[in-house]
């Protein structure tokens, strides 16, 4: 058996459990946990960025941040985005350290002064639970068809006859397992929302549900096809590195799993051709997922990355632990400002390296991204292609300048 996804599951819990409690889930709270793992050419596995979360912000919250907090404040804090961003993090980190002249994990110079990544590396993703949306839409456990009866004998009672009515098992209606996250307004098809297992249809975008208000982020199944897709790195990386792409993504035990809904969610409902990732779930659970006692979601999360300056980031309501809305300049170092700032610190920093980015003083984050022209590109060519629905992100949250 394959003990890879074993290994991903116990490192990522055995991480979570050596950081300290703040930020962690109460005794009457659940969270979910993700994390992305570092294989390298010797067949160590190492986390390099872990994160809880539950939590989204609605879109007229988002509407209402005040201009200093543009690019600062986190609209999805779901574990996985979280671990992603934190993911973006220790690439910058990773890039530093060998423009710096120094030994990288994963990165080198070549003969042309650009930054490859060397090819016996590969990066691997756990989540606690299956990713909200499609990837959670699929039948609860069905009647074991060896242990019951081929036909079920139903009676039923009309006045003076009774009649007999008989069942085959694939004839039960059964239910499935729901998901918080709705259709897209836009898209053609949405949930009929009728009992049992017509409750839900599969394919369309979601967007993840809010409390009463609705957000704008959509849901975690939705942005990890496009990773799988287009790579974790984004459009800012994509000026120094070259795409990346999971290897594997492991669930934790304990909660539902379909492999097919997995496969389904993550690429099959786009096209039969994109690349389907090693998709597994492991043996092991992770403690303070939804179950027993542990009936709200905790409020905060926790992030970390393997960088040089390690350092635990605690998020409640997309802002960094104990900082208020009216407080400037104190700002998670996974948001949209930090992640702009340090990639144009590197970009200015080494002017040697070839990029395409030549940038004024006051760039927005948004023309920014504009630059990763290819990046830009290919990702409108998918939206095309694949993500019809896709929504672009509103302006106000991408204008901002340093």
């Known amino acids: 058996m394959n003990d890879l996804p074993n290994k991903v599951a116990k490192l990522c819990i055995e991480k979570y459990n050596a950081l300290k409690k703040s930020g962690k889930p109460t005794d009457n709270e659940w969270t ?3 994390g992305i793992l570092l294989k390298t050419e010797c067949e160590s596995l190492s986390v390099v960025s872990l994160a809880t979360g539950t939590k989204c912000l609605g879109g007229s919250e988002l509407i209402k941040t005040a201009p200093h907090e543009r ?5 999805d804090s779901h574990a996985e985005i979280l671990a992603r961003r934190a993911f973006l993090r220790y690439l910058y980190d990773q890039i530093d350290i060998v423009l710096s002249g120094f030994k990288s994990n994963i990165l080198f110079l070549n003969k042309e002064n650009k930054l490859e990544m060397y090819p016996s590396i590969s990066f691997h993703f756990f989540s606690s639970q299956s990713p909200c949306g499609d990837c959670s839409i699929f039948p609860k456990d069905d009647i074991d068809e060896e242990e019951c009866p081929t036909k079920i004998r139903k009676t039923m009672h009309n006045d003076k006859e009774t009649m007999t009515l008989e069942l085959s098992v694939s004839e039960i209606n059964t239910d499935i397992h729901r998901t918080g996250a709705k259709c897209l307004k836009t898209e053609q098809h949405q949930d009929p929302k009728l009992p049992g297992a017509n409750y839900h249809i599969t394919g369309p975008l979601r967007t993840k549900p809010g409390r009463g208000d609705p957000t704008l982020s959509l849901s975690c199944s939705d942005k990890m096809a496009k990773w799988n897709i287009i790579g974790v790195q ?3 990386l994509s000026l120094l590195i070259s795409t990346i792409k999971l290897e594997s993504i492991t669930i934790g035990k304990g909660c539902p799993f379909s492999l097919e809904a997995m496969e389904r969610g993550l690429c099959k409902r786009f096209s039969n051709q994109l690349h389907v990732p090693k998709i597994f779930q492991a043996d ?12 709200n979601p905790c409020p905060s999360s926790i992030i970390w990355c393997a960088v040089r300056k390690s350092d635990l980031e605690i ?8 900082v208020t809305k009216k407080k400037k300049g104190h700002n998670l170092l996974v948001s949209r400002r930090a992640l702009l700032e340090t990639c144009l610190k590197i970009c200015d920093k080494y002017k040697n390296i070839k990029t395409d980015i030549f940038h004024p003083k006051r760039i927005t984050y948004y023309d920014c991204k504009q630059w990763s022209v290819q990046y830009q590109s290919t990702w409108n060519q998918l939206k095309r292609e694949f993500f019809i629905s896709w929504p672009d992100k509103p302006l106000y949250l991408q204008d901002f300048i340093l």
Request: proline residues 0%; hydrophobic residues 35%.
């Open 284 to 295: 092991i659970a992770f403690a303070q997922r939804k179950e027993g006692k542990r009936l």
């Open 234 to 236: 984004g459009s800012l």
């Open 71 to 75: 690019g600062s404040r986190l609209s």
């Open 315 to 322: 998020a409640v309501q997309g802002r960094k632990q104990g």
């Open 32 to 34: 979910i946990l993700s």
